[in-house]
């Protein structure tokens, strides 16, 4: 009797202790976690002008790159100046500027590792219908800045070490005059601001076409000055050097660099603004000498 009752607890038993030794039906495998990568090798920190941000040619580009790449672009807009020193200081990833001469010096000191031609648009003068200054069509820049000049009209300058602002420098040297006084108003700010602050005041000022064209319908100014050589306004990717800065995120600015450079891209610049313009508001000019821009 006693082994019959007996047989029954030893067979309850060899049950749980195949369970327990791994005996009973396997289970499914967890799979291994996707490595992922970090978002700070992700993040690129790109310092530009104020004048591809206000144009709204960044807010279409940057998110078809993101959507591309998979990087997430963290945009610095202040003027040429300051997005040189950035880079200058390793404190960007990239830069996309329109300052040639300091842009030289930049890629001399080795603080930048490349520097690559992208687009190109012009400088132009705008100021109230009216003319006070009577500047309209004149062959020159230099020419209509010593007009106004001469006759104390409002000229509102940037006056942010932009390239805008290193522009209009270079011209008021040409024509040998520094401005000062009452007529002469340096805002500090960035090119649309800038151009609000004209606008408000009926003055005249010195723009790239593109921030203009975008603004256009918001301004009561006009294009008095145009097409000169002299004007041609020239923009530059250039990627910080990771040898000499550490903490930048290199190929995440190279990969930036050929997107921007790239043929679907160009042709992207090629079409901005014209379904609402007329015109587009850059020209692609990856590939091209500067000696044969606007030709």
């Known amino acids: 009797m006693w082994k019959k009752m007996l047989l029954p607890a030893i067979v309850l038993l ?4 195949m369970i327990a030794t791994g005996c009973a039906a396997p289970q499914e495998a967890v799979p291994e976690p996707t490595p992922t990568v970090p978002t700070a090798a992700k993040e690129i920190i790109l310092a ?3 004048s591809t941000q206000d ?3 960044l807010d279409r580009l940057i998110p078809m790159f993101e959507e ?3 990087h997430i672009v963290k945009t610095i807009a202040v003027g040429s100046g300051a997005a040189l ?10 830069l996309l500027v329109h300052a040639p001469e300091r842009e030289k010096r930049l890629l001399e000191s080795g603080n930048a590792s490349t520097r ?7 400088f132009v003068i705008v100021g109230p219908a009216d003319d006070p200054a009577g500047i309209k069509g004149m062959a020159t820049a230099a020419e209509a800045l010593a007009a106004i000049a001469a006759k104390e009209s409002l000229f509102v ?10 522009k209009e420098m270079s011209i008021w040297s040409k024509a040998e005059i520094e401005p000062a006084g009452n007529w002469y108003m340096e805002t500090g700010s960035g090119m649309g601001d800038t151009l609000n602050i004209t606008s408000e005041k009926q003055g005249y000022t010195l723009t790239d076409r593109g921030t203009y064209l975008a603004r256009k319908e918001q301004l009561a100014l006009e294009i008095l000055v145009e097409g000169e050589a002299a004007l041609l306004n020239i923009y530059h990717v250039m990627q910080v050097n990771p040898d000499k800065f550490p903490k930048v995120n290199g190929p995440g600015a190279r990969a930036f660099a050929d997107f921007i450079l790239s043929p679907t891209v160009q042709e992207e610049i090629t079409k901005f603004g014209v379904d609402r313009f007329g015109q587009p508001l850059f020209f692609p000019a990856a590939g091209k000498n500067v000696e044969d821009l606007g030709n």
């Open 14 to 17: 060899l049950a749980v202790t």
């Open 48 to 50: 530009t002008t104020t």
């Open 55 to 57: 144009s709204g040619l």
């Open 68 to 70: 591309e790449t998979g």
């Open 85 to 94: 020193a950035l880079g200058e200081r390793g404190e960007a990833d990239l």
């Open 116 to 122: 690559e031609l992208v687009m190109f648009n012009d």
């Open 157 to 166: 300058s940037r006056g942010d070490n932009s390239g805008t602002h290193i």
